[in-house]
């Protein structure tokens, strides 16, 4: 049910080896003539729970972890402050929300998708190079390539993918990344946003100085909403001196949440 990851972990971890190595010292400004991307990145906010504003609210499920079990309040990163769903779309969307979180791919340890795994709340290391830029995130041991030479359009791309299919271009100073053939069982966040697999999203990372990306991603799904919409916060460079990227491996997790009634002894 996984998608096969198709970037060789040779790569992966060369590169990765690099980038450490870079961070040692004071990092070069710019990467053969681009804005260095280079580090471990994480957003800073509740996005993963709600893409639009929300207040902090109990789980009631979750009653024994006290306010350990809450849902953080969070301003809308959406810059049309709501989704504007189809009305059977924001019907399905209800729908997600009340199953949460069996509902949820996140709680299930699938691949995140995009634009989600880029406000997870997990670091994700950017190494950036000539023909591609690699992004690796903490949760799953998923990752993704960015192509800047091999770009494909939606018929080169036989089926769709959970992490999607990346074509990437410079437009001045800012990497702007176009995501297609995206597998629709990913989410948006863990409210039950969705969409389908008519979904492109684009995004846009913008340097804005040695610690922070200007991040937006536009959503346009016309099976699921009645026009494009965009979300936008900002991405923040983890600058400890001992800064790694550390493995989530979350399958065992997620066993008993997706097998418990099979079990000869479920868990109460």
Known sequence: MRQASWVSWVVIASAAVLASAAGAQTPPRRVGGHPNLNGIWQAMNSANWNLEG????????????????????GQSV???????????????RDENRAGWPKTDPEAACYLPGIPRANYLPHPFQIVQGDDDILFVYA????????????????????????????????????????????D????????GNYHSNQMKVIERFTLLDASRIQYEATIDDPETFTAPWTIAMHLYRNNEPNAELLEFKCVEFSENLLYNEFLKEPLP
């Open 54 to 73: 929300h207040a902090a609210s109990q789980l009631k499920d979750f009653w024994r972890l006290g306010a350990i079990g809450a849902i953080p309040a």
């Open 184 to 191: 629709d069982r990913t989410w948006l966040d863990r409210a």
């Open 139 to 182: 949760f799953a041991n998923s990752n993704r390539a960015v192509h800047l030479k091999d770009l494909r359009t939606i018929d080169q791309v036989p089926v769709d993918l959970w992490m999607g299919w990346s074509n990437g271009r410079w437009e001045g100073d800012t990497l702007v990344v176009e995501t297609i053939a995206n």
């Open 78 to 92: 959406v810059k049309e402050g709501k989704i504007p769903y189809r009305p059977e779309a924001l019907a399905r």
